[in-house]
Structure formats: structure tokens, C-alpha cells
């Protein structure tokens, strides 16, 4: 394979521990300690870092003393709302709280100062009621304040103006090391968060603070939440940082965010490799799959939303679980926050109705589910207490009256004793007191006794009843589902996160950190602005250990006779010039020749058409014919958030109407190229069709890790490549790139 690695990064960062209670903020110790072939702050081949540090926002999240610059307490004005919410909380978390305002002596019987400069002690916290905070940056760095929260709007989300003056304001808190909150946020962050509740905790991030509520709610339902982090416009704290922090946090089970753009596709990737190291699974709402989605998004936080396919695939590439619906985000984050790790794959189905049953069954099967058939032994158990006439292999049906006496706990009982099932769901379609109370008691209790995750869907419209409400979010073992759909989602995001865990190597264990021999040889090649010819394309290929066919330019008719005879027939003719992308649809390929007057004819018709279309040429090619194989296509493109990315898919000239692609954000290892491989629809022809021989699907592998390398190492000079067709041949002959487009920056 080409490329240098450096070996795995070693880590030695402690061992997360699962706190069920609070976790004094004082005790919470960060492990910032890079592996060491980065501590130092190394850089891939393409200059971009390699590790991101974790922020300290234990000040942040739990501040000892805060500001509120712009405190009010007179009646009507919006400061007073915010003001009086902040000393709440101050009064409620043990914080000192103190009011800044240049004309109040006092603000809700508090002591006031005109000026942050004349805070008499330490302040870990600014929370700035202004209508301009960049003034205010320079003085919150002399007085030491290390952490500042802007609520005022009017920035990026308005536009180019706004954009300019988030600019400024970023810039200035880089510049004096303030960490800045927003603009355009929130009081989120300090919230009133429940200290009752037990089990690993989520941890919340929203850019929009109505789109985090119903996740908040989730307290009232039994699940415990430990932070909120309202990004807003994030022009300076970003997504990424609590990504990273959250990721260290002991108490902290999972992740749920609300994303609608990203500052910066590198960091979130980083903080996201984090994450998958950690374990800790992130399940993200990430908006802008449509036009419309994407240009309100924009309105909204002034940030790119980016192609959807490469967040998709970016976030795919680093374990974070993407899901549609704000009820899903909840849902998926419970159960990947309570459920310890598999003991198996399996799922098993238990219901009084053979009905639901397999009903659930259907959709847990089409969702891509395994349910295996119960092992005999347990099905012998399960016939002691269940009719021999309903069936127990998977889904277990049984029949209703076993659940309201002893029978009921024993069921549950043998089948999560069954080797084969990692998971029990059970599906209550509507309550029918005394047997479902019964049933919902047991399932509780049994939950307590067990590793393996144990979910319940409570179909009631209702959600009043006291097995529902007192009984099932009563417990922190049992995760509770409303609908059908919102359990297989969160079940199979369950067993996929954890197989992702167990086979997870970080991509940027991976990177090159020093151009290759390759990079060198190309540099002459590349024409700043400008679109090779591809005569010139090909020897950037060739440069990178790509095949191509056996070709000669020529500038003449005489010179095209004698390249055939080189090349050997039959040969392909085709026209080359740095303008000329789409050869096939202006007449300027010819294939098959086979003899030297056909070479000069096509030659001659080949600069007549040339001339015609006003297309400027630097030649003639003469290529070698290849034999029959499957036509694919590689590419690089540049994507605004994430910068090169990497394309395979079914390629030639119907690539734009089949549109069977998959996508990477290097680095990505062979691992990674395969797994895009196996995203395609087509992925089986390289198996062999219709008796037709395997494909050498292990060259396709190599010529995608080539290309990788190339958009790393040149990705500030490349704009665009596009190999098409990459003929892959039978397996152990390799694949050939016949064409090929580069466009360089």
C-alpha cells in the first residue's frame, strides 16, 4: 500500500469510570496527554493538525463566581429576565454572583461595579448583556476572566456585514485567550439540572436552544442529563470543544447534538476520533439534507451546512450516529447512554400478542436486525409456562395469561439466560391492568438482574398509566419507547455502535506526516487555476503508482502511425487538450483502429473536429486498447467543511445517471476504502455475474489509496480529479485508468 504510517498512537489515558452521582468538579481530573507522535503538535502531510486538545470547561460548566456585565433588575427590560434567572442559579449551584453595570448601585439587592475592571475578586464567568460584546473582550482578559457568554445577535445570521463583525469578535478572543460562548446564544448551559436521577448521564450540544428541549425534558421522564452546551453562532467555542470535553467526562454516557453547521469539518472530526477512542457515542441531528433545510440553517447560525453526502459519510467514518427526528435523538441517546456493551447481537422479540409480536419482528428484521431462533434448551424452558400450540423460537408469543402470575418473571427470565440474545424488546400495545402492570413490574425487576439491555415500547396514546409513568420511568435499567419505529432506530444504533467500538483504528493513526517521492515528481505537472489535459492527468496518475494504458501524443498524422505500431492494435484515438472535459459527446474518441490508414484518418478527422469546436489541443493520443472489465470512477473533490474527499463508485459514461457512489474524508486506512466498497449498490459485480470471473477488487482498493495520498498530499493544488472510466479487470489483472480530468486550484 502506498502511504507511510507511524504505527498505532498508544494512549494512556485513564480508564473511564461510569459515576451514577455527580461528580465533584474539583475531582474531575482532564487528560489532555497527547499519544506522544503528536504531543508535540504534528501535522499530516497537507499541514493540518493531528490531535486536538481538550478544552478545560470545568470553570465553565461550574463556575465559582460569575459577572453578569449589563445586570438589570427594572421592570420590563429583557436584561432583567436574563439577570434574575442568573442569580437563581447562582443561589441554587453555590455561586457568587456579581452585577456590573455602569450607572446601578445595587441589582437585585446584589452590590454592583461600574466596570469589569473593578471586580474585587476572581471571576471565572462573564455573562455579557450588551448589545456590542467586542469591546468588552480586552477588558475580560485583563481582569483574567477566562470565560465569557455573548447573547446579542446580529452577526453571521445576518449576513456579509454580520459575518465581518463575528470575524472581529473571534478574533479578538483568540487574540487575549478569552473563551467565548455565541454570539446569538443562550442560558442553557445553566439550566436546572436534576441531581435525583442515577445511570450515566447525556450530555447535550444544540446551535438551537429550542431544538434542545425535548432532549432537556427527558429529566421529567427519569433520564439525567449533566450539561448543556448552547453554540450559537460559535465564533470561538465550537461544537468540537464540548465534543472533546464531554468525550473525558466520567459521568457522561452519551452525546445527543443538534447540529445545523459546522464551523470547522477538521475539528469536528478530530473531537469525533476522540469520542470513538473514548467509546462514548455521539447521535446527532444534523440538519441541511434538503436546499431548504440548508439555506435556513444558514439564516439561522450563519454557518455552511455542507454537502450532505460528505457529512454523512464523515460522520459515518468516526462512529457518530445520525439520526432524523428530534424524538429519535432522544430515544437512541437514552438507550446508548443506560445499556451496557452487548454480551451477543441478538434480539429477542417477547409479547402476549403473536400479532405485535410479528409486526415488530418485521420491522426489527427489515432495519437490518438479527433475531435468531432461541436455543432448544430455552424453548423446552419457555414451554413449561407457555402453550406448546404458540410458537417461542423468536419472537415469543405467550398468548397473554402467563404475564399476570409467576409464569411471567420465569419467561423473561429464560429467555435473557439465552446465549444467543444480547437484547429483549418487548412491545405492550396498550395497557390492560392488572396483567400489564404485572408485566411492566417484572420487566423491571428482571432488568436489575441482567448486563443485557432490556426495552419496552408503551404504546398507550395515553402515557398517564401508572405502569407507564411510575413504573417503567421509575427505572433507569429499563429504556422506555413510545413507538415501534424509535426502537429499532435506537436498538440497531445500539449494537452498531458497539461493533463500530470493538473495530475501530483511528484514520488519523494513519495520515502521512511527510510527502511522498510522488508529491515531487509532481509538481512541475501542476498549472495553478488550470485544467490538465489528459496526457498531463495521466502522468499525475503515473506519478502516483496508477496504472494507464500504454500511450504516445503526437502532433501529427505520421507520428500517430508509428505510436500505434509502438502501442501495438488495436489502438483508441482520442483528442487532448487542457480545456477539453467531455471528449465522448464532441466526436473526439475513436476506438478500435486497426490498421495505419484508419490511424491517419481518424487523426486527420480528430483536428478537423478540434478546429470546428474551437478546442485548443496539445496533441493526439494513441492509446492501447483494454480488455473487457467493469467501468468505475475515482475522484477527488473539494468540500467546503472538510476540504479533499475521496469518491468511488460505478463509473463511465452513465455515472451521472446511476449515481452509485460512496464517499471518505481522508485520512482513511484499507479498511475504510473496502468499507466504501461495500456501500455500493452495484458492490456484487465485482463477485462475478451471470458466470462471469471475480473482479480485482483488492487493485480498486490500491487505486483509492493512491488517490487518497494524492488529495492529501496535494490538496492545496488540486481542485478537482476525476478518473473515469477505471477499468477494474479479472481478479489478479489490476485496474487501468483510461481517462482522466484534473482540474488544479
Known sequence: MLGSTHGTLTSDLRARVVACGETPRDAVVHDTAAPAAVAAGELDVSGRPLYAPVPDLDRFFRPRSVAVVGASDGEGRPNTVITRQLVAWAQR?????????????????????????????????????????????????????PFAVAFASGYAETGAEGAEA?????????????????????????????????????????????????VFALQELGVRLSHWAPTGNEADLETADFLSYFAERPEVGAIACYVEGLKDGRAFL?????????????????V???AAGARTAASHTGKLTGADQVVDAAMRQYGVIRVDGLDQLQDTSTLLARARPPLADGVAVYSISGGTGAHFADLAT??????????????????????????????????????????????????????????????????????????????????????????????SPVGTEAAYRETLLGSSRVTTFRTFANCVTAVRAYLGHHRFVRSYSSPFDEAPRTPSPSFRKTQALMQPGQQLSEHAAKQLLRAYGIRVPREQLVTSAAAAVRAAAQVGYPVVMKASGPQLAHKTELGLVKVGITSASQVRDAYRELIDIARYEGVELDGVLVCQMVGHGLETMVGVT????????????????????????????????????????????????????????????????????????????????????????????????GAVALDALAVCR
Open 93 to 145: 449551584v453555590g455561586a457568587r454572583l456579581c452585577p456590573v453595570h455602569p450607572v446601578r448601585e445595587t441589582v437585585f439587592g446584589l452590590p454592583c461595579v461600574r466596570r469589569v475592571g473593578d471586580l474585587a475578586e476572581p471571576v471565572d464567568l462573564a455573562v455579557l448583556l450588551v448589545a456590542d460584546p467586542l469591546p468588552l473582550i480586552d477588558e475580560l482578559a485583563d481582569a483574567k476572566i
Open 166 to 214: 463575528q470575524r472581529r469578535l473571534g478574533d479578538a478572543a483568540r487574540r487575549t485567550g478569552v473563551r467565548l460562548l455565541g454570539p446569538n446564544t443562550n442560558l442553557n448551559a445553566f439550566e436546572r439540572f436534576r441531581d435525583d436521577l442515577e445511570g450515566p448521564a447525556i450530555a447535550l450540544i444544540t446551535q438551537s436552544g429550542h431544538q434542545g428541549r425535548p
Open 270 to 286: 478530530l473531537a469525533a476520533d476522540r469520542a470513538a477512542r473514548r467509546g462514548v457515542p455521539v447521535v446527532a441531528v444534523k
Open 288 to 290: 441541511g439534507r434538503t
Open 366 to 459: 427489515v432495519a437490518g436486525l438479527r433475531l435468531p431462533a432461541l436455543g432448544e434448551r430455552t424453548r423446552r424452558a419457555l414451554h413449561q409456562w407457555i402453550p406448546e400450540y404458540l410458537d417461542v423460537t423468536n419472537p415469543v408469543d405467550s398468548g397473554g395469561h402467563p404475564v399476570g402470575d409467576e409464569r411471567g418473571r420465569k419467561i423473561i427470565d429464560a429467555i435473557l439466560a439465552d446465549p444467543a440474545v444480547g437484547v429483549l424488546v418487548c412491545p405492550i400495545t396498550g395497557p390492560f391492568p392488572p396483567m400489564s402492570d404485572r408485566l411492566a413490574r417484572d420487566l423491571v425487576e428482571a432488568a436489575e438482574t441482567t448486563e443485557k439491555p432490556v426495552c419496552v415500547v408503551w404504546g
Open 638 to 733: 473539494r468540500d467546503a467543511l472538510f476540504g479533499p474527499t475521496v469518491t468511488v463508485g460505478l463509473g463511465g459514461v452513465l455515472v451521472e445517471v446511476v449515481q452509485d457512489t460512496a464517499v471518505r474524508v481522508p485520512p482513511f486506512g484499507e479498511g475504510g476504502a473496502r468499507a466504501m466498497l461495500d456501500e455500493l449498490r452495484g458492490r456484487a459485480l465485482f463477485d462475478g455475474v451471470r458466470g462471469g470471473p471475480p473482479l480485482d477488487l483488492d487493485a480498486l482498493v490500491e487505486v483509492v489509496l493512491r488517490v487518497q495520498r494524492m488529495a492529501l498530499e496535494l490538496g492545496g493544488e488540486l481542485a478537482e480529479l476525476d478518473i473515469n472510466p477505471l477499468v477494474v479487470l479479472e481478479r489478479g489483472q
